[in-house]
C-alpha cells in the first residue's frame, strides 16, 4: 500500500485513476442503491449492454464513443421502461433482445470501422489507468446532475423505489419518477463505463449497495455507506492492481465480489445467532 500511494504521488495518470474511481463511487452509491431496493438489476444490465451499440455507431461516424454510449443508454432506459409500465409480462424477454442487440450493433459498426481502435475495446472492459482531466470533468459533472437530481426528488424517488402502488393512490405520477429514476441508471453506466468497463458496470453497481443493505434500513443511510464502500473498493483494488500490474477494474470488482460474499455470510450468521438468542429467551 505504501508503495501504491508514493505512485499515487509521483504519476499524474494514477492521479486521475484514483479521482476517476472515487468520483464513478459517488454515482454508483446513490443510484446502486435504487437499484437494489427496486430490484432492476436486470433491468440495468440491459442498459448497459445496450451502450456498446450506441459507443460503435458514434465511433464509426466520426463522434465521441461516450456521447454515442448516453443517448444509446437512456434510449434503452426509455424503451425497457415505457415495456414495464404497458406489457409488464415481455419485460424480460426484451431485456435479453436488448442486450444482445445492442452488443452486436456495436460490434457490427466496430468491425466496419476504418483503422479498427483497440482504445474502444476498453470501454468494453474497462481502463482506469486511461482516464484523463476530462474524462475527470465529465464524471464530476454527472454526479453534480444526479446529486442535484436525487436532492430534489428524493422523497418521490423513495415513494416509488418501495411501493409503486401506493405512490400511484397518493397521487403521484409514477410514470415519469419511475423513467427518470431508470434515466438515471442509464446516465450512471456511462459514468463507470470508463471505471470497470460495460461487462462489469452491474457488479459495481449494485455490490457496495448489496453490502450496505445488510446493515442499514434507511435509503439515506445506504446511500452514503453504499458511496464510502465504492471508495474503499476503488483505492484498494487499485492497490492490489498496481504491483503485479493486474486489469484495475476487474481487481476492483474481484475485491467488490469478496467483500460481499463476506458480508452475506456474516450477516446470516449474525441473523441465525439472533433467533437463536430469541429461542432460548422463549423457552
Not at 94 to 114: E, K
Not at 217 to 222: E, F, K, T, V
Not at 277 to 283: A, D, E, F, G, T
Amino acid at each position: 500500500m505504501t508503495e501504491f500511494l508514493l505512485a499515487v504521488w509521483s504519476y499524474e495518470f494514477l492521479q486521475n485513476a484514483l479521482i476517476g474511481g472515487l468520483l464513478a463511487s459517488i454515482g454508483c452509491g446513490i443510484i446502486g442503491s435504487y437499484v437494489v431496493v427496486k430490484r432492476i438489476g436486470y433491468l440495468a444490465g440491459g442498459v448497459s449492454h445496450s451502450v456498446l451499440g450506441g459507443m460503435g455507431v458514434a465511433f464509426f461516424f466520426g463522434m465521441s464513443p461516450l456521447g454515442g454510449a448516453l443517448v444509446a443508454a437512456v434510449a434503452s432506459a426509455l424503451l425497457l421502461g415505457w415495456v414495464r409500465l404497458t406489457w409488464q409480462e415481455q419485460e424480460d424477454t426484451l431485456i435479453g433482445a436488448l442486450w444482445a442487440v445492442g452488443m452486436a450493433i456495436g460490434i457490427l459498426f466496430i468491425s466496419r470501422t476504418p483503422g479498427y481502435s483497440v482504445n474502444l475495446m476498453s470501454y468494453l472492459f474497462g481502463n482506469i489507468l486511461m482516464v484523463d482531466s476530462a474524462g475527470i470533468w465529465m464524471m464530476a459533472g454527472i454526479d453534480l446532475l444526479i446529486l442535484g437530481t436525487v436532492a430534489l426528488c428524493y422523497q418521490q424517488l423513495l415513494a416509488v423505489a418501495f411501493d409503486e402502488e401506493f405512490a400511484r393512490l397518493r397521487g403521484l405520477p409514477v410514470t415519469f419518477y419511475y423513467l427518470l429514476l431508470l434515466c438515471m441508471v442509464a446516465v450512471t453506466v456511462v459514468l463507470l463505463i470508463q471505471v470497470v468497463g460495460l461487462i462489469l458496470v452491474i457488479a459495481l453497481l449494485t455490490l457496495p449497495a448489496a453490502i450496505a443493505a445488510h446493515y442499514v434500513q434507511s435509503l439515506g443511510r445506504m446511500m452514503l455507506l453504499a458511496t464510502l464502500l465504492g471508495m474503499l473498493f476503488t483505492v484498494v483494488g487499485l492497490a492490489i492492481a498496481y504491483r503485479p500490474d493486474l486489469p484495475a477494474g476487474a481487481t476492483i470488482i474481484l475485491v467488490a465480489g469478496v467483500s460481499y460474499l463476506v458480508s452475506l455470510f456474516a450477516s446470516n450468521f449474525r441473523k441465525r445467532l439472533k433467533l437463536e438468542r430469541q429461542q432460548m429467551r422463549s423457552v
